[in-house]
């Protein structure tokens, strides 16, 4: 009687495991790979020689004075796609209070005459931890000090972050932003 059960279920779980695990798999990528083709393989940006330098999705540590900087992260290492995640530290942990402390002084170090306010996001560490994007304002902040270290125009910085702007979500949700990697990569064309 078992052995009548057994069967039927065995083939069940056959027929399931090749629609699920190999079928439904194969169907998704080949739509992915034809409709979504950059996205399905990592959004990847590449320098003027052709390699690949980054993805628009990860944010990447820049620590020059000479780039734009962007988001902190809370991953460690710094942009560490498999350890995303937010620090979870509130407001009054002493730890958060030094980082962002240390991230300020960082800040007066590179640019020592900039006397405007710092935005936040200059300062604190996205949800996950891998944010690409920055804030008008952050990249405002840091145009003066870009400009000059790379010895360009202040507007022609301005511009590029300009071009670099990608507007709120369907046009209704969250701020305009740039793209970190994007903005330095273009920065880096015109030398």
């Known amino acids: 009687m078992w052995r009548e059960q057994i069967r039927p279920a065995f083939m069940v779980f056959i027929v399931l495991t090749v629609i699920t695990g190999v079928i439904y798999p194969l169907f998704v990528t080949g739509v992915a790979q034809i409709f979504f083709y950059k996205q399905a393989n990592g959004s990847l940006l590449y320098a003027e020689d052709g390699s690949v330098v980054g993805s628009s999705l990860v944010g990447q540590n820049f620590d020059d004075p000479r780039y734009f900087w962007g988001r902190p992260s809370a991953t460690s290492p710094a942009y560490n796609a498999l350890a995303s995640s937010g620090s979870n530290l509130g407001p009054s942990n002493p730890a958060l209070v030094a980082a962002v402390r240390a991230r300020i002084a960082a800040l007066k170090i590179v640019d ?9 996001d200059l300062v604190s560490a996205s949800a996950s931890g891998l944010d690409p994007h920055l804030s008008l304002a952050g990249a405002y902040y840091q145009l003066s000090r870009v400009a ?10 301005r511009q590029i972050v300009q071009q670099n702007i990608s507007g709120r979500f369907l046009g209704l949700a969250g701020e305009p932003v740039i793209n970190i990697l994007k903005v330095n990569l273009a920065l880096d064309s015109l030398n």
Do not use: S, Y
């Open 112 to 120: 020592p005459e900039n006397q405007a306010a710092i935005p936040i």
């Open 148 to 157: 000059r270290l790379r010895k360009l125009p202040e507007a022609k910085v």
